[in-house]
């Protein structure tokens, strides 16, 4: 199985709600990614997970606050957020969070901030 | 940066032709990958070359490494409709991927 499923695949929110992202794998991978793309645009880093620990953080407004709460979980939690967040979120996974490893991406969460 | 750039950024051809994307990169990495995304969706790990390898096959697709131009290509042989996506090559360091602007590649029937 070298599937990642996030779960919801569309999400509309408003700039008051709270909701949360959900991305799950079950390869035994010990490193989880959060990537935010925007239309036309390359997928851009914002969270790095090792081994449930969190490793990266490129700067992320607080408004997005990740979770880890196991090996196979991953959460992205969101809270006032702005319309210029709307984008498609990607979750994705690999063995290790080492150069040498392939990353496997979720089909993502299409989020609409209104 | 690590970060890719492709080009072109855009590219049509017809059904059974050879697409050819670039990739050229900043500063050194460990290895080199390309993804594949179709519209809306995730990205597809395609291959990966290391940065003491040249050149790399795997079916139809054809990946060339020079560490000294910093620049890597894709070729796709015998292009089908099923091709037509976005390919983003991303040049690996430590830890993270960094995705270049892709190519976004259209195969006409």
């Known amino acids: 199985d070298t599937e990642v499923t996030q779960t919801p695949k569309h999400l509309v929110m408003g700039m008051t709600n709270k909701k949360s992202l959900k991305c799950e794998q079950h390869?035994?991978?010990?490193?989880m990614y959060w990537y935010k793309q925007k239309a036309k645009k390359p997928p851009e880093l914002m969270f790095v997970?090792?081994?449930?620990?969190?490793?990266i953080n490129e700067s992320v407004p607080s408004r997005f606050s990740p979770e880890c709460p196991n090996s196979s979980l991953l959460n992205l939690h969101l809270h006032a957020l702005q319309p210029e967040d709307s984008a498609l979120y990607l979750c994705?996974?690999?063995?290790?969070?080492?150069?040498?490893?392939?990353?496997?991406f979720g089909a993502g969460t299409r989020l609409s901030v209104l | 940066s690590q970060q890719g750039e492709e080009d072109p950024q855009a590219l049509s051809i017809q059904e059974g032709e050879n697409a050819t994307m670039n990739c050229s990169y900043k500063?050194?990495?460990?290895?080199l990958q390309w993804y594949r995304q179709n519209s809306g969706r995730g990205l597809v790990h395609l291959i990966l070359i290391r940065s003491n390898e040249r050149e790399k096959h795997s079916g139809r697709l054809r990946v060339t490494l020079d560490t000294s131009k910093k620049s890597s290509s894709l070729l796709i042989t015998a292009s089908r409709a099923a091709d037509t996506a976005s390919y983003f090559c991303s040049g690996q360091g430590a830890q993270k991927l960094v995705f270049g602007q892709g190519t976004r590649l259209t195969i006409n029937p």
């Open positions: 390869m035994g991978h010990r490193a």
């Open positions: 997970y090792s081994y449930e620990k969190l490793s």
């Open positions: 500063t050194s990495i460990n290895n």
């Open positions: 994705a996974s690999s063995q290790e969070s080492l150069a040498k490893n392939i990353q496997y």
